[in-house]
């Protein structure tokens, strides 16, 4: 059986990172969305007033295994923040072993110490080895809330008036 840990991520990870970020990309059929580049990932994760995180998963011998990247979100109706999970990967090499459950333990564990009042994600509806996972740690699914996004031209524009 193999054994794993779990690490910060730092700016020498971007190469890696970015990796899990088009592996993941490929898996989700949505690979050509991708914009992301090694510098472009280290600036908005480990650069000046960066708000998010994120830790990489590998064996003792050092072979990353997966990683997850995470920011904090807020709610007002508790007045504190959360933690929501942008996204995690574990290559096909290193699934069925337990590191995505590991890599989810991590971070509620984050959550948990930063109190936090929620650790939240979002899943494509037609992952059901993820769907798994989450349900068999006790997550529930949030079925009443729809998520909405502007991205691209639409975004820029709305925000043009």
Sequence with gaps: ???YRIRPASAADAAVILRFIRELAEYEKALHEVAATEETVAASI????????????????????GFAVWFKSYSTWLAKNGLYLEDLYVTPKHRGGGVGKMLLRHLARVAVEEGCARFEWSVLDWNEPAIRVYDAIGAEPQNEWIRYRLTG???KRFAEG
């Design 1 to 3: 059986m193999t054994a």
């Design 46 to 65: 480990f650069g000046e007033g960066s708000v998010t995180r994120a830790v990489i998963c590998e064996t003792v011998e050092g072979e990353p295994a």
């Design 153 to 155: 031209e639409k975004l």
